[in-house]
């Protein structure tokens, strides 16, 4: 990958980050799990838990096959627990379709939105929406249905209607 397309990659990465922070409320879980662990823990959990209250149990009582653990490692889920620690929690459902980091890569790729929409079962307003959020504009565009405008057609603007004639 390029250099360009890394940095480009990162910038979203950071867009997609500050979208989330406006998007959970200030006192909310996933809000402080983002600020202390990072939204890819957020992402992990919602991931694996999403739609879910539950409660944090405390750092001793996590084991390799308990929920948070499996969907954080075992290190992440006793720092969690260190953190939230007996705690009772809602974690939000994840957006359906695509992650954002698959949007981008199709976008890369080469993908149009109409591409998107039908690959991850989303509408094209949805596609545009994510895509927005995440301070992106896709450059790749389908083809237009037909025959393109012919260059020679007169381009005079039709007259306007009258009841007179």
Not at 7 to 30: G, H, I, L, Q
Request: charged share 25%; proline share 7%; with cysteine.
């Amino acid at each position: 990958m390029s250099d360009h397309a890394q940095n480009v990659r990162k910038n979203n990465a950071m867009t997609a980050t500050a979208r989330a922070r406006e998007y959970f409320e200030p006192d909310s879980f996933c809000r402080h799990v983002m600020d202390t662990l990072g939204y890819e823990v957020v992402q992990a959990i919602r991931e694996r838990l999403g739609g879910q209250e539950f409660k944090i149990p405390h750092p001793k009582n996590l084991f390799e096959g308990h929920p948070l653990a499996e969907a954080l490692g075992l290190d992440g889920a006793r720092a969690l627990a260190e953190q939230f620690n007996g705690e009772k929690v809602y974690v939000p459902q994840p957006m359906k379709g695509a992650t954002d980091t698959a949007l981008l890569e199709a976008v890369e790729a080469g993908a149009t939105n109409h591409d998107l929409a039908d690959r991850y079962d989303l509408t094209l307003r949805h596609v545009r929406r994510r895509l927005a959020m995440l301070g992106v504009r896709n450059p790749n565009h389908r083809t237009p249905v037909g025959r393109p405008r012919s260059t020679d057609r007169n381009d005079v603007a039709p007259k306007p209607f009258s009841l007179d004639q």
